[in-house]
C-alpha cells in the first residue's frame, strides 16, 4: 500500500530529526548500535449489553524510544516528548543504563546481521481505516445486530463489541536502516445468552469471527458473514441448551480450526518461542518442553503435522513488514513432517542457535516497551495433495466429537500437559453429526495429541483465527497474533465431562 495511507499525524512528526539526534549522541557516547522507535498507537474499544452502550474507550499511547548497545551491555530508555533535544537526552539515558548493568551482566550481547533496509514503507492490507468511521455508526451497527439477537426465541441477554487499533512505527537504526509502517487490526464480537430459569442455569453461544488485520469492512462482510451466522446463533444456542451431556471417555475428534488455533498457540506457538526454550523467559507462561537438545529430532506429532511461523501472511495479527529489530519479515518452518526444525527468534537469539540471520520476531507493543522476542502467526497447513473437506474427516469417523469454537482453556508451565474445551459440540455417529453435546473438555500431552493426528483439511477448510491478547514477560506485554490451520482429525483423544471433573 502507498506510503500517503500512513496516518497525516504521525507522518508530520518529526521523525528524521529525532533520529539523527538519538542516534548521532549515542555515537558520540560510545554506543557501538543504537536504534530509535517512535511510535503512535490509537486504539478504541465500544461494548454493549441488550442494545445499550455501556462503554467507549478511546486511547493514544505516543512515545520515542532509544535501544543501545555499549561494549556489549544492552541499555533502554524512553520518554514521551517527541522533539530533538528530548531525543538525544533519552539517547543519554539509554547509554548510563548500560554503563550501570555492565558490572552485573552476565553476557555479552552478540546480534545477527541483517542487510540494511534504507527508508522502507509497509502498510498493512485493510480497505477502510476504522479511526474514520464515526463512533455513532459503529454503535449502529453493534446495536442492529444486538437488537436482532434479541428478537429471537429464547436469546434473553446480547453482548456486542468491538476493539479496533492502528499501531504506527518509525524505526531508525546505526546501520542506516529506517522503516515507516503502519498497521490496522479489529476485533469483532457477539455473544448470545439464553437464560434456564427454572433450574437457574444459563448458556452462551459466542460468534466465530476471528480478530482480523483487517478495517472497518470487515463489519461489512468482507471476510466474513455476519448475516449468516447471526441468523444462526439462536437455533445452535437452543440447541445447546437442550443438549445431552457427554459421557467422559476416549473419542477421535474433528476439531475445526475455530478451536485448533487456540490449541497451536498454546501447545506450539509458545513451545517454539527460543527464549522459553532456553529457559531465558519463563514469565506468565513458562518455559517449554521443545528445548533445542531435540533439534531435528523431537517427535512432535504425526507426519501430517506442518507447522510456519509466518509474519507476512495477509491480514495476520502478527504480520509487519519489519520487526522492531529493522529485520525484514518471512515465512520459516517450525514443525516439518512432525519433527521440531526451528524456533522464533530475535537478532538477539538467533546466534545462540548458531543462525546467521533472524526469522524477524522482535516487538515491543509500547514506546515504553524494550523489544523482546515475540510470537509469529504459527499455522498448522493444509493437506497439500487434496482439498480435504471437513465432511471428509467426520465420515472417517464412527464415534466421535466435532469441535466448534474457543472457549476456555489451561495448559502446564511446560506448554505440555492441556485441557481446552469450546462453544459447540457435536456428535459423530457412522460418519455423520448427531446433534449437540455439552460439558465437553479434551485432555492431552503435547505430543500425544499431535502424534494422533492422523488427517488434515483442504485449503478450503484453513481459517485465519486469532487473538489480540496473547501476554508475555514482566513487566507484561501485550501482542496481537494469528494462527492459520485447516479442520483436523484426532484418534483416540481423552475427553472429559467438565460438569463431573468440578464437582
Not at 446495536?143 to 512505527?169: P, Y
Not at 477421535?252 to 526454550?277: F, K, M, Q
Request: aromatic content about 8%; hydrophobic content about 40%.
Amino acid at each position: 500500500m502507498p506510503a500517503d495511507r500512513i496516518d497525516p499525524q504521525f507522518r508530520a512528526l518529526p521523525l528524521a530529526a529525532l533520529a539523527d539526534a538519538a542516534l548521532s549522541r549515542a555515537r558520540e557516547l560510545g554506543a557501538q548500535h543504537a536504534d530509535l522507535r517512535v511510535e503512535r498507537i490509537v486504539s478504541q474499544s465500544i461494548d454493549l449489553r441488550d442494545g445499550t452502550v455501556t462503554g467507549v474507550a478511546d486511547t493514544i499511547t505516543v512515545g520515542l524510544a532509544v535501544r543501545v548497545v555499549v561494549d556489549g551491555v544492552w541499555g533502554f530508555a524512553s520518554h514521551v516528548e517527541l522533539t530533538p533535544v528530548r531525543a538525544a537526552a533519552t539517547a543519554e539515558r539509554a547509554v548510563a543504563v548500560a554503563r550501570t548493568l555492565a558490572p552485573v551482566a552476565v553476557e555479552r550481547v552478540e546480534r545477527a546481521d541483517e542487510p540494511v533496509h534504507a527508508d522502507a514503507v509497509w502498510v498493512s492490507d485493510y480497505a477502510v481505516d476504522p479511526f474514520t468511521v464515526p463512533t455513532r455508526e459503529k454503535v449502529d451497527l453493534l446495536t442492529e445486530w444486538s437488537q436482532r439477537l434479541l428478537a429471537s426465541d429464547g436469546v434473553d441477554h446480547v453482548q456486542a463489541g468491538v476493539a479496533q487499533v492502528r499501531e504506527n512505527k518509525f524505526y531508525a537504526d546505526t546501520a542506516g536502516t529506517t522503516t515507516t509502517q503502519q498497521r490496522v487490526r479489529i476485533d469483532p464480537s457477539v455473544t448470545a445468552t439464553a437464560v434456564n430459569r427454572a433450574a437457574g442455569g444459563f448458556e452462551t453461544m459466542s460468534s466465530l469471527a476471528p480478530p482480523a488485520g483487517r478495517g472497518w469492512e470487515y463489519l461489512g462482510g468482507d471476510g466474513w458473514d455476519w448475516h449468516g451466522e447471526l441468523a444462526q446463533l439462536p437455533e445452535l444456542l437452543a440447541e445447546k441448551a437442550k443438549a445431552p451431556s457427554v459421557h467422559a471417555g476416549s473419542y477421535d475428534l474433528v476439531i475445526d480450526p475455530t478451536n485448533l488455533w487456540l490449541t497451536i498457540h498454546e501447545s506450539v506457538g509458545h513451545a517454539t518461542e527460543y527464549d522459553r526454550a532456553i529457559g531465558y523467559e519463563a514469565a506468565y507462561a513458562g518455559t517449554s518442553f521443545a528445548t533445542p537438545d531435540g533439534l531435528g529430532t523431537l517427535r512432535y506429532g504425526s507426519e501430517h503435522m506442518h507447522v510456519t511461523g509466518d509474519r507476512t501472511v495477509q491480514h495476520g495479527l502478527s504480520t509487519i513488514g519489519f520487526d522492531d529489530d529493522g529485520v525484514a519479515t518471512g515465512e520459516w518452518d517450525l514443525v516439518r513432517d512432525g519433527v521440531l526444525v526451528g524456533y522464533q527468534l530475535d537478532r538477539t537469539f538467533a546466534p545462540r542457535l548458531g543462525l546467521d540471520r533472524s526469522n524477524g520476531c522482535a516487538f515491543a507493543d509500547s514506546p515504553h516497551h524494550v523489544p523482546i522476542q515475540r510470537m509469529a502467526n504459527v499455522s498448522l497447513r493444509p493437506d497439500p495433495t487434496h482439498d480435504t473437506s471437513t465432511e471428509e474427516l467426520i465420515a472417517g469417523v464412527d464415534r466421535g466429537i466435532y469441535v466448534v469454537g474457543d472457549k476456555s482453556w489451561s495448559i502446564d508451565m511446560q506448554r505440555y500437559n492441556f485441557q481446552f474445551t469450546g462453544q459447540r459440540f457435536f456428535r459423530i455417529e457412522g460418519g455423520k453429526l448427531a446433534g449437540q453435546l455439552r460439558d465437553v473438555a479434551y485432555q492431552a500431552t503435547t505430543t500425544d495429541f499431535w502424534g494422533s493426528l492422523d488427517a488434515v483439511g483442504g485449503r478450503s477448510t484453513w481459517l485465519l483465527h486469532g487473538a489480540m491478547n496473547c501476554g508475555k514477560a514482566q513487566p507484561g506485554q501485550v501482542a496481537a497474533v494469528s494462527h492459520g490451520c485447516p479442520s483436523a482429525r484426532f484418534r483416540g483423544i481423552n475427553v472429559l465431562n467438565t460438569q463431573e471433573e468440578g464437582q
